[in-house]
């Protein structure tokens, strides 16, 4: 019988306070609906449930420009009348407004993101999710498509300290552009997102935006039209994830469920059923990566928080009764009252032919890069410091004005054995026994040095 896996789901309930605006179709009040779904059904029972810390301007800075999250820990809707032609630099006003809290709520979703990259980085999770995440517009000077902090980069960034190759996949409706362009020269992020594409934001993603330089073949796009059903949908998903997974051989996943892929949403245009949506989920659950689930678009909210809470028990494994239990928001699921996003009528665009036509490309592509690229092992940078422990060594300095490194800090530190690893040809990789062999614990008086980690087998 196979080990439950480790599941951790960060919620912070403040996250549904914060308002886009009266017409606005982004609601954060969505990941409230869907919280309360999961507890409703017990869920939060059978895993993690964890408030995470907020990401503080310094962590943002990681990847998005110092000028744009100072602009954006200041912003008010005042100032914005009082500034126009900064704002406009910054922020496109229809789309992304400078609503209040605006920063509070991009550190919640940032924060969520950036731990469970941690949480997956030091073994202590197998799956992860953040439905507050996923905010996969978002660029490194500016605002996007109702996204200020891209909180998927920043947790991809936290991944690569201990992962030398990380896969990001999209389901969203809209191209994941801010993420693919973060890591479009690089080999060690392979990106792939499945959308629409056309007369349609952000407008990115062909066939043949594969990446440049050294990240050349990295990016993988499918772009869809209008229409796209389970069955069409399945027949392109699993083949190319098949491709990518045994090309790519990721140490870790990171996957954007947008659910504005679904049938009936107020901006996309595809037709998708609840369960269709989750089955990208559990295949991807199947290849027994490391996996960390965000949310992203969503524009129909019980449609948002039926799905995330179903793709929740997908991950745990549990089978939900179709008819809703009970909730703080049970008469917005009327009148039907189950846990179900059902495919329309709408027609299918996408032709069998066109969809081979795409697997066909994709799959050149892929042979074109080199199977699993072996990255120089190097010293793994520190990580951002929890919130208690930095404050703990704030009160060791105060009593202790003399001491230069507190004892938590030093019992902290690795150390690399050896500079790098470099293979005698080119086709070959470091084995995972060599790659973690570079890293050791020092160990002090408290902490005795440990040795090489061994790998977890798959």
């Not at 993101?113 to 660029?139: T, Y």
């Not at 109702?146 to 690569?160: G, K, P, Q, R, S």
Request: hydrophobic share 35%.
């Amino acid at each position: 019988m196979p080990l439950k896996k480790r599941i951790t789901y960060y919620y912070d309930e403040e996250v549904g306070n914060y308002n886009y605006g009266y017409n606005h179709p982004m609601k954060p009040f969505r990941m409230r609906m869907a919280h309360s779904l999961v507890a409703a059904y017990g869920l939060d029972k059978k895993m993690n449930v964890i408030r995470p810390t907020r990401a503080s301007s310094l962590q943002m800075t990681r990847f998005h420009s110092d000028d744009y999250v100072d602009f954006l820990s200041r912003i008010t809707p005042e100032l914005v009348e009082l500034e126009p032609e900064r704002t406009s630099v910054y922020l496109t006003v229809e789309d992304c407004p400078a609503f209040d809290g605006v920063f509070e709520f991009s550190s919640i979703s940032a924060g969520g993101s950036i731990a469970g990259a941690k949480r997956i980085n030091h073994g202590d999770s197998d799956i992860v999710i953040n439905w507050a995440g996923g905010l996969h517009h978002a660029k490194k000077g500016a605002a996007s498509g109702f996204c200020y902090i891209n909180d998927i980069v920043l947790a991809i960034l936290e991944l690569l300290k201990y992962h030398q190759r990380v896969m990001y996949l999209d389901i969203d409706v809209h191209h994941g552009d801010g993420v693919e362009e973060a890591f479009y020269t690089t080999d060690r992020v392979m990106s792939v997102s499945f959308h629409k594409y056309g007369d349609f934001f952000p407008g990115t993603g062909h066939l043949e935006d594969v990446g440049v330089a050294k990240g050349k073949g990295y990016a993988v796009n499918v772009p869809l039209r209008d229409g796209i059903d389970d069955d069409s949908y399945r027949s392109i998903f699993q083949p190319v994830m098949r491709m990518v997974m045994e090309r790519f051989r990721p140490n870790a996943i990171v996957m954007q469920c947008g659910t504005d892929s679904l049938s009936g949403d107020r901006i996309g245009s595809f037709n998708l059923s609840m369960k269709g949506h989750a089955a990208c989920v559990e295949f991807m659950k199947s290849f027994n990566v490391p996996l960390f689930c965000l949310g992203g678009g969503g524009y129909t909210i019980r449609n948002v928080a039926r799905t995330w809470a179903y793709e929740t028990s997908v991950l745990l494994d549990e089978e939900l009764d179709p008819v809703l239990p009970f909730n703080d928001y049970y008469d917005f699921y009327g009148p039907e009252f189950r846990l179900d996003v059902p495919a329309s009528n709408m027609d299918n665009t996408n032709s069998r032919e066109y969809l081979e036509k795409i697997m066909a490309c994709i799959g050149e592509q892929l042979r074109d890069i080199p199977h699993a690229p072996s990255v120089l092992m190097q010293e793994v940078p520190r990580d951002w410091p929890d919130e208690s422990d930095a404050e703990a060594d704030d009160e060791v300095m105060d009593r202790q004005p003399e001491t230069k490194v507190t004892r938590r800090q030093r019992d902290a530190r690795v150390v690399p054995l050896v500079d790098t690893y470099e293979s005698d040809s080119d086709d070959e990789e470091p084995t995972a026994e060599q790659g973690f062999a570079a890293y050791r614990h020092t160990g002090t008086a408290t902490r005795p040095a440990r040795g090489p980690l061994q790998p977890t087998a798959k």
